[in-house]
């Protein structure tokens, strides 16, 4: 049987998705105690689909299950993965897996931009931070999603993720998992990558 | 419908409770830092060109001009407004668009957990600021002054504006400072003891040369900006003479390659000058007039030099030597350039001696495309604006206190009354650049805190507290001059500082912000600034008339880059030296008073001994400055592991055969390296070049010894290094 | 009558400083590892006494150019007014058999875009009147345009060690050999 994306995943789940891994790529996770983070997997359980599959469903368990130590550690690989200094381990740019060069700032980094614009948006330190981090893909994503006012939200949203989200973060998942020394980033990639798949109707989309 | 209903309810509920939990506004909202509605202004999308300035420890100094469309970085090249750069970088230079855009730069200040962990948190510029300003302020009142606080900032961003660092700290009070220079002190003095300080003629002029000896310098890796010169000369008839222990790319492309044993570079100068002695080819009227010493020299020499000896020393030919010396003589104007590395040697700085000598009495220093070149600083007169605070009211005692940069590690563990505490690290990579690095890693661990301002992960950021991000040249304001060239070139902001990153200077004042926050009056470093109101701060009527540009604006709206007027650019043209005495110095009392001979005379060259009998030499790398561009990937894919090079001969008698690893070891450490075999280097001495740390866990310092070289406290406070007389034994890994 | 443009790269004055392939490369914005022209170091007995040479290379612009008569879509051309063997890459299916097929190696596989790369000889300036990226940023000024039916300049040669047999392809590139230095060196 094959699951298709509009039968699996209710607009109100999709966007309580997007908002998670906004958080998530904005830092705002980092500072969660255990009991917070048991919080958050209640409200993720809360959306049945997902926890039904199997990877998902262990990743909740291991989130739900995490030690102090865990999360001691948790802030230092995510910066390893995402933020520096080091040479980071799992991008979060898009043009780092799409550019020729690896580089950020580029053509495809205007290509996201440009999606930005036609809604009326732009990343607040445009030109400082590149456009294409997934934290602002992410939003974008989330904007687009909450406002039926936009002219074709819908096909914008789809565009947008086959022609960027999709292109790219499975890759970064697999990056993330690894590389990553730590349950919670690997819990949460391990999410990601399953809610991505859902995203892109389990096409094979690479 | 109930489905939806119930999903919807529980939508609500997720989000909202997620929200809350994380006590946030939700994403989207004003509160965010994310995307924002569209400022009315569209981003510029035109192509527009600025002009930058390779600010790095090099000869060359270029002008570039960097293509910026949609505020992004598009091509670095050279300026063809400036007849050194002519529109060419090197191909470091070439790299810059990666080293702006590579996603693994330092983007925001980050503090270390447990020094060495890896494990690091984001701070913000606040904290950062607040940490260290209390750690100063803490120093400050434990100690009564602020001498616990060192700083070690030296040549990796040579913009005028990054004096800040310098400046800051001078601001909070006295504090301790690494000293010297690693690179050219030993050659700086001699030419300080024989003329009064370091002056060379301007590169351009190799055209003019009618003779051109390379003594112990590599420009075709190093300089290739003045290569093209040299190469351009050689096609219409200057003859091009090397003399080098290696055969270098440059010496690939001598008329002639004299091979030389390392360190005897003064027997074979004195030697020359013996025969030039003996053949009276040498300028009497010019040593009579503009010199002092000459007939002491002469004595020194008849009495002890002959060309016998000096071929014997040097292992160049007797007849060889006659025949150069007599070209050299006889061939005016003949212009020498003496490399940085011939002088890394304890004998060094007498060597240089003995060269410079040989150029005067053949009357070629104060000629154009003559001159016995090294180094210069005539085009470096500014205000340097950025250092003129001074210690705030009130501050105990005198002065900064000095360690030698040279002996870092050793000398911050010996430092006492107070101790160091706490270190400041800017434009240097001092774990993968200093000798003895085991021994500085040993300072590091007794400071409380290790700060490092720097562009990318390396072991000196590996191993502090707190980095904090900077800009590259694109992303700021300044002004650069060369140490060997006549230009000067207008840095402009060409995009916005990507990420968090902040120039030096924008840090200093940011962090005096800070100080004078939780104590007012403790820096007198202004707190805040417009970049280029600073940058014209640093014009002076000197700098004014020697350039003949009024200032900075002007300076970036005509070509970027000026040259000098052409009265500076040959050196010692009216003879009127800075010696004591006004003359060129072949006795020096000067050089008596800092512990010398005062005459250029030839010192024993430091010798192998039994148990490590291999010489093992470290010059600059063509992919790299010091630690700098060697990590760039664009140039890993041309060389992406560094390598020892050794002779065929030598490889065979350890039964090494190419890229075998080989062990290279010596009383400082070793390291495993594979081997490259080639007959461009002779038998008894392998090659390692200088600068490699990325992927591997060691440097090429790990076995040199903080050894030093001969000369060098007069004009640099500290001697340099000798980093070309290591021994080490080598062994099939 | 029309031009034969080729490549003259002048290995006397090369100083195997990797600028030429990096610019282009910055230039072009090209994936890290692809390169349209490369710097080698050549064989150091070249000329008898050892040296250290390189020499730098792009497309050799062939005049019967085995790219073009190994490509099933008709990607490539050899423009008639001067001889400059474009690839189109609209046309390219990345089936590589140019890469096979010349002897030198030249068209690489950009493994993003799935389409064969390689020098053009940066035509596109050249009508403008500019010249090609390696030429004009080379700091030796050792790289050079000639159109070959104008000029036959002397002493250069088609052949250097690690280069393919000239005969196969009639590459347009000529090279300038370095002349021999004197060495004294230590027994
Ligand atoms: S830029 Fe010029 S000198 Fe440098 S490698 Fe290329 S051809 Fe040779
Ligand atoms: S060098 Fe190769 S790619 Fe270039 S024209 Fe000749 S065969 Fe074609």
Not at chain 2, 167 to 196: H, N, V, Y
Request: hydrophobic residues 35%; contains cysteine.
């Amino acid at each position: 049987m094959t699951i298709t994306q509009e039968t699996v995943m209710k607009p109100e789940e999709r966007s309580f998705y997007y908002q998670l891994f906004c958080h998530y790529y904005r830092g705002d996770l980092l500072q969660l105690t255990r009991k917070q983070w048991k919080q958050v997997v209640q409200i993720i359980k809360e959306y049945q689909y997902t926890s039904l599959l199997d990877e998902v469903a262990q990743s909740l368990q291991v989130l739900e299950e995490v030690t102090e130590r865990n999360i001691q550690t948790f802030e230092y690989d995510y910066n390893r993965l995402f933020v520096g200094p080091n040479k980071l381990l799992a991008s979060p740019f898009e043009s780092s897996y799409r550019n020729y060069e690896g580089n950020v700032l580029q053509q495809e980094t205007l290509n996201v931009r440009n999606f930005y614009r036609y809604v009326g948006l732009q990343v607040a330190n445009e030109g400082q931070i590149p456009d294409d981090h997934i934290q602002f893909e992410l939003e974008f994503i989330l904007h687009v999603l909450s406002q039926p006012t936009i002219e074709d939200h819908r096909q914008i949203y789809k565009m947008f993720l086959e022609k960027h989200l999709l292109q790219w973060g499975f890759k970064h998942c697999e990056l993330i998992l690894q590389n990553s020394q730590n349950p919670i980033t690997h819990a949460m990639a391990v999410i990601l990558k399953e809610f991505l798949q859902l995203e892109g109707g389990n096409k094979d989309v690479s | 419908m109930l489905a939806d209903n119930v999903s919807r309810r529980t939508f609500l509920k997720g989000s909202a409770a997620l929200s809350t939990l994380l006590g946030l506004g939700a994403i989207g909202s004003k509160a965010t830092n994310g995307l924002v509605p569209t400022a009315a202004a569209k981003s510029n999308s035109q192509k527009q060109q600025f002009f930058n300035a390779c600010p790095r420890n090099c000869y060359d100094t270029c002008s570039i001009v960097t293509t910026v469309e949609d505020g992004r970085i598009t091509f670095v090249t050279g300026n063809e407004n400036n007849h050194y750069t002519k529109g060419r970088l090197c191909v470091k230079g070439n790299t810059y668009p990666r080293i702006v855009y590579s996603p693994d730069r330092i983007k925001y200040p980050m503090r270390q957990k447990g020094r060495g962990s890896g494990n690091w948190e984001r701070i913000s510029w606040d904290e950062a600021y607040t940490i260290i300003a209390k750690k100063m302020l803490d120093i400050k009142k434990e100690y009564g002054n602020t001498l616990p606080i060192c700083l070690n900032k030296y040549s990796g961003n040579f913009n005028i504006l990054n004096y800040a660092t310098e400046g800051m700290l001078s601001s909070i009070g006295f504090t301790t400072r690494a000293q010297g220079t690693p690179c050219d002190p030993a050659g700086s003095d001699a030419q300080a003891f024989d003329m009064g300080t370091a002056y060379n003629n301007d590169p351009e002029q190799f055209m003019d040369a009618e003779y051109i000896i390379l003594w112990g310098a590599n420009p075709a890796w190093t300089s290739a900006h003045s290569m093209y010169f040299i190469e351009q000369a050689k096609e219409k008839g200057t003859k091009l003479v090397v003399i080098d222990p290696l055969i270098t790319q440059t010496a690939s492309k001598a008329d002639e390659y004299i091979q030389i044993k390392p360190s005897t570079d003064g027997a074979l100068a004195l030697g020359m000058i013996r025969y030039i002695m003996d053949q009276h080819l040498y300028d009497e009227e010019w040593v009579n007039n503009h010199a002092i010493g000459f007939h002491e020299f002469v004595s020194y020499v008849k009495k002890n030099i002959t060309v016998e000896w000096a071929a014997e020393k040097t292992g160049v030919p007797k007849p060889v030597i006659e025949r150069i010396a007599r070209e050299y003589a006889t061939s005016k104007p003949a212009n020498i350039w003496i490399g940085f590395g011939m002088q890394r040697h304890t004998n060094g700085g007498s060597m240089v001696r003995a060269i410079d000598a040989l150029a005067a009495l053949t009357s070629n220093i104060g000629k154009k495309g003559g001159g016995v070149n090294y180094i210069g600083g005539e085009t470096w007169g500014f205000n340097y604006h950025t250092m003129s605070f001074g210690a705030p009211e009130g501050t105990e005692g005198e002065a900064d206190r000095y360690v030698n940069m040279n002996n870092f590690g050793a000398q911050v563990l010996d430092a006492q009354d107070p101790p160091i505490k706490m270190m400041w690290i800017a434009c240097r990579n001092p774990i993968a650049q200093d000798p003895e690095p085991n021994v500085v890693k040993k300072a590091f661990d007794q400071m409380d805190l290790i700060v490092t301002a720097d562009l990318y992960m390396n072991q000196t950021v590996e191993y502090s507290d707190i980095v904090l991000p900077v800009t590259t040249p694109f992303e700021t304001v300044g002004i650069n001059v060369s140490y060997w060239h006549y230009w000067m070139n207008a840095n402009e902001q060409a995009i916005k500082p990507l990420y968090e990153t902040k120039s030096d200077l924008e840090i200093a004042m940011g962090l005096s912000k800070k100080l004078n926050e939780l104590e007012a009056g403790s820096c007198t470093f202004p707190v805040s600034g417009n970049l280029v109101e600073w940058v014209e701060k640093e014009f002076n009527d000197d700098i004014r008339k020697l350039f003949g540009v009024k200032s900075w604006d002007e300076l970036r709206k005509n070509g970027g880059t000026v040259k000098a007027s052409e009265k500076v650019t040959v050196a010692w043209e009216d003879l009127k030296f800075r010696t004591p005495s006004g003359k060129y110095e072949f006795f020096s009392k000067k050089a008596v008073e800092y512990g010398h001979h005062p005459l250029p005379v030839f010192i024993e060259e430091y010798k192998a001994n039994n148990e490590y009998p291999i010489r093992c030499i470290s010059p600059h790398w063509k992919l790299g400055i010091h630690s700098q561009f060697q990590h760039i990937d664009w140039l890993g894919a041309i060389q992406d592991h560094p390598f020892v090079e050794m002779h065929p001969d030598l490889a065979k008698k350890y039964s090494i055969r190419e890229n075998d690893m080989v062990n290279v070891r010596n009383e400082a450490g070793y390291l495993t390296l594979p081997a490259k075999l080639t007959k461009t280097v002779p038998v008894d001495t392998v090659v390692m070049y200088e600068g490699w740390w990325k992927d591997v866990h060691y440097t090429e310092n790990f076995n040199v010894k903080a050894l030093p070289s001969d000369m060098g406290d007069y004009s640099k406070g500290q001697r340099g290094i000798a980093f070309h007389d290591n021994f080490v034994k080598i062994e099939k890994a | 009558m029309a031009k034969k443009l080729g490549f003259l790269v002048n290995i006397e004055r090369c100083i195997g400083c990797h600028a030429c392939e990096i610019s282009c490369k910055s230039f072009y914005q090209l994936e890290p590892s692809m390169r349209r022209r490369t710097v080698r170091e050549l064989p150091e007995d070249l000329v008898g006494s050892p040296v250290r040479a390189f020499v730098s290379t792009a497309c050799n612009h062939c005049d019967e150019p085995a790219c073009q008569k190994a490509c099933p879509v008709g990607a490539y051309t050899k423009r008639d007014e001067d001889g400059i063997v474009v690839h189109n890459q609209e046309l390219c299916i990345g089936c590589q058999m140019c890469g096979k097929a010349c002897p030198y190696g030249v068209p690489q596989y950009n493994p993003v875009k799935k389409k064969m790369d390689k020098c053009s000889m940066c035509y596109d300036r050249l009508d403008v009147g500019e010249s090609p990226i390696c030429v004009s940023k080379c700091p030796m000024e050792a790289i050079e345009i000639v159109d070959y039916n104008e000029v036959q300049p002397s002493g250069t040669v088609s052949l250097v060690p690690t280069f393919a047999d000239p005969s196969i392809t009639h590459p347009t590139t000529q090279f300038i050999l370095p002349k021999p230095g004197k060495q004294f060196r230590r027994a």
